[in-house]
């Protein structure tokens, strides 16, 4: 195996990882969403957003949302 053909099988790796946890980001936006929707409308809010949940959470936990 030539040093290009190394190069381009850690690549691939490296570019199959990333399209993986570009996925799981798409999907827990869309959780996010879906919670951030339930919330404004348990609570008859429109216009609300997921930093706004999140504000929401961590005042109700008491705790800060690790980033």
Same mark, same amino acid.
């Given at each position: 195996m030539t040093e290009i053909d190394t190069i381009i099988n850690?690549?691939?790796k490296a570019l199959a990882k990333r399209d993986r946890i570009a996925q799981q980001l798409v999907e827990t936006d869309n959780d996010?969403? #879906?919670l951030v929707k339930r919330y404004?409308?348990?609570m008859k809010l429109w216009g609300?957003?997921?930093a706004?949940?999140?504000?929401a959470v961590e005042a109700r936990t008491g705790k800060?949302? #690790?980033a």
């Open positions: 850690d690549a691939r996010i969403k #879906a404004s409308v348990e609300f957003t997921p706004m949940l999140r504000h800060k949302i #690790a």
